[in-house]
């Protein structure tokens, strides 16, 4: 459960948003949505807890080591970064309690479930958008956190992607995981998340998705 209390973040001194409340329950699929520079990626990195609130409370009942895993925007990530695709995936693998022989096996799986086979050696500069996202999130398969946060999953991914990316999403919500995504794609959020909470400046909003997203607005952007 992640439990949110007149909680405020932003820059220091700059609260993006009134104080606000409210809980994911465990096993929930939420989608953050707001326009942009609102706060939702931030949203992400304070319940993560690589950014600290600046007022209120954050509570999130998960093991100290390994509770959440945390896909961030690849703008964040160094392409320079000497280390093959596979080397990115089985980063995944932190954490985690298997033999050589099942590492090997898992992660073989993981790249076919991605589309990612004969991509193993490639470097990371040498990928292109949608690659490189489904190797972040195919990171994210290894990871046995029980709480997902994802900034922006559908980037960069075609339509074939963005399918593949909630199918994953899916299974990830159905093996009772708690999953938070950033969206900017509204029709995508309405199917397939069960609650949202939308930002923005004059506060936050928090309840089930067909509800606060409106069918007119499926094809505009958050």
Do not use: Y
Not at 60 to 80: A, I, N, Y
Not at 96 to 119: F, I, Y
Not at 171 to 197: F, K
């Amino acid at each position: 459960m992640i439990t949110c209390t007149a909680l405020r973040w932003g820059a220091p001194g700059q609260p993006l948003t009134p104080a606000v409340d409210f809980t994911l329950e465990t096993g929930s699929l939420t989608g953050v949505i707001g326009p942009n520079g609102c706060g939702k990626s931030s949203l992400l990195k304070v319940i993560a807890g690589l950014q600290k609130p600046l007022a209120g409370k954050i509570r999130v009942d998960v093991p100290r080591r390994g509770g959440v895993s945390f896909l961030p925007q690849q703008q964040h990530l160094d392409r320079q970064f000497p280390i093959s695709l596979q080397e990115l995936v089985a980063a995944g693998f932190w954490g985690t309690r298997l033999t050589p022989q099942q590492r090997s096996e898992r992660l073989h799986a993981v790249l076919e479930d991605w589309c990612l086979s004969g991509l193993e050696q490639r470097p990371l500069m040498a990928l292109s958008g949608g690659e490189l996202q489904r190797a972040l999130l195919a990171r994210m398969s290894l990871a046995e956190a029980p709480v997902l946060l994802l900034d922006e999953p559908h980037a960069a991914l075609d339509e074939d992607g963005q399918a593949l990316c909630w199918k994953h999403i899916h299974a990830w919500h159905d093996e009772g995981r708690t999953v938070v995504v950033v969206c900017h794609d509204l029709a995508s959020v309405r199917q397939h998340t069960q609650q949202v909470v939308q930002i923005k400046s004059t506060g936050c909003r928090f309840g089930p998705s067909k509800e606060l997203i409106r069918p007119q607005l499926h094809m505009q952007v958050a």
